[in-house]
């Protein structure tokens, strides 16, 4: 088991900055906040694929996280449990030379009053009391931050879509 040690911010686009990967991401869950399992598919654009089932718990800034590679095989086998609540995205990774990488998810299929999808950045920290800036590159398309807020997990997203009162 790791710890879980993540801010999260909803974005107003996507960054133009230089990156150092992308990833497609399908993903479904079981269970409910904060108890939930994952089903993985991620294509790394350097890479390839890979398929991993994870067991989630907690809430706010720090959560465990139990990570178990699987097989293609495996997981078309279980991903039929998942599909209901799932969500696809793309995941941009802009690394910085404080050694973070900023994670940021365009999901296409979830779209804001605007017409634009959601974008939320997601960014791993070393410990809990982390002195945190966010690069100004980065920082200038900040909508606000929505750490510990659980309608934008991605368990909450799959689950019931945009939250009703969002307002974006």
């Not at 079981?30 to 089903?39: D, T």
């Not at 809430?59 to 969500?87: C, N, Y």
């Not at 941009?92 to 296409?108: A, I, K, P, Q, S």
Request: proline share 6%.
């Amino acid at each position: 088991m790791a710890l879980e040690i993540e801010r999260r911010f909803l974005l107003t686009s996507l960054p133009d900055v230089p990156w150092a990967t992308f990833v497609r991401i399908r993903q479904g869950y079981l269970g409910e906040h904060p108890h939930e399992v994952r089903l993985r598919e991620q294509t790394v654009s350097c890479c390839g694929a890979s398929w991993v089932l994870c067991k989630k718990s907690g809430t706010g800034l720090v959560r465990e996280e139990t990570e178990l590679p699987v097989t293609k095989a495996h997981f078309d086998m279980l991903w039929p449990l998942f599909q209901e609540r799932s969500i696809e995205k793309t995941r941009h990774v802009y690394t910085t030379g404080d050694f973070l990488n900023w994670e940021v998810d365009l999901f296409e299929h979830l779209r804001l009053a605007s017409g634009a999808p959601l974008i939320i950045m997601e960014v791993e920290l070393p410990h809990p009391s982390y002195a945190l800036t966010i690069p100004s590159e980065l920082a200038s398309l900040v909508l606000r931050e929505v750490t510990g807020e659980s309608q934008w997990l991605n368990t909450s997203l799959a689950r019931h879509g945009l939250p009703a009162a969002a307002g974006l």
